[in-house]
């Protein structure tokens, strides 16, 4: 793991880096130069997911990395289309043969569904995968509060992770207080807020002067300091150097305090309650 970036321990003893590297629309073709990138920077963790359609391009930065498989922390997620116990199975094969993996270390349901009911289902296998040894951790994705529950009440793993949209726009109070009483680990996505007009705000770009960095990096260590496991993106090597580089600073806690200000419970995705 690099030296750079802490873990996270989930809740079944197994180490994550604190941040990783997105590829959410990322072409096939590119994702090998953009992880490879990232690799390079220093990043050990990338998180992929079926519908990306780039499970292959990552899968062969991975290949030609020359690090040891160990070192190496890579997410995929099940696509909607693909819920279901025996579906699921075969959708978690056709992903490891894209990645070119003969074990994952975190596999996450996309989106709950809640409308189509088989995301219990659907968990199911996934605790067959896991006790079967070849995934290391498994956990969902935009699962709200009360799709935990019910997950929890019938199933008996509790989801190491929950990836949602988190980013100072969208501070999900709710969600982080839910997962931190039941030992869930919140990994934000979009944690730049899509890098549109969050990086713009001018009390973040007031954080950013202070400080002498720049508003990618102040966003990315505000959820370091809460605890947030972040996956920015970038395919520009110049970003993707710099959106690790935010273990050696910290914020204080005005800064916090502005930033927590911010938040306007907006979301740039999806509602979870209803997608499908
Ligand atoms: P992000 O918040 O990481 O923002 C990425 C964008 O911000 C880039 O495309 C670029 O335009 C800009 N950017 C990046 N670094 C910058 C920098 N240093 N300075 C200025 N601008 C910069 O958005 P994202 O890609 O939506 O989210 C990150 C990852 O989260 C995705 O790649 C994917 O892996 C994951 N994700 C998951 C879900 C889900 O449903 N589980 C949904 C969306 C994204």
């Given at each position: ?166 980013h100072p726009h969208?501070q ?21 807020g899509?890098?549109?007009g969050l990086l713009e705000v001018p009390a973040i770009v007031a954080i950013a002067q202070k400080h002498?960095r720049t508003p990618a990096?102040i966003v990315?260590r505000w ?28 914020l204080d806690t005005e800064d916090l305090a502005a930033i927590s200000a911010l938040n306007e ?12």
């Amino acid at each position: 793991m690099s030296s750079k970036v802490p873990p996270i321990i989930l809740n079944n003893g197994v180490e994550m880096p604190q941040l990783g590297f997105g590829v959410w629309q990322v072409p096939d073709d590119e994702a090998e130069t953009a992880v490879a990138t990232a690799l390079q920077a220093g990043y050990r963790s990338i998180d992929t997911a079926a519908v990306y359609g780039n499970e292959e391009g990552t899968g062969r930065a991975i290949a030609a990395c020359g690090l040891p498989r160990e070192e190496l922390f890579v997410t995929t997620k099940l696509w909607n289309s693909d819920q279901g116990y025996d579906s699921t199975l075969r959708a978690f094969d056709a992903s490891m043969e894209k990645l070119g993996l003969d074990y994952l270390d975190l596999y996450l349901i996309h989106w709950p569904r809640p409308a189509e009911g088989q995301y219990v289902d659907t968990y199911k296998a996934f605790e067959k995968l896991h006790a079967d040894g070849r995934i290391r951790a498994i956990g969902v994705s935009n699962f709200l509060p009360e799709h935990l529950r019910r997950l929890m009440d019938e199933t008996s793993v509790i989801p190491a992770v929950n990836q949602i949209e988190l980013h100072p726009h969208l501070q999900q109070h709710a969600s982080r207080e839910f997962h931190a009483a039941q030992g869930i680990a919140t990994e934000a996505w979009s944690p730049l807020g899509q890098g549109k007009g969050l990086l713009e705000v001018p009390a973040i770009v007031a954080i950013a002067q202070k400080h002498g960095r720049t508003p990618a990096q102040i966003v990315l260590r505000w959820h370091v300091q809460l605890g947030n496991i972040v996956i920015p993106k970038s395919v520009t090597p110049s970003r993707i150097k710099e959106n690790i580089e935010v273990f050696d600073f910290e914020l204080d806690t005005e800064d916090l305090a502005a930033i927590s200000a911010l938040n306007e419970d907006r979301r740039l995705g999806p509602d979870p309650a209803v997608f499908s």
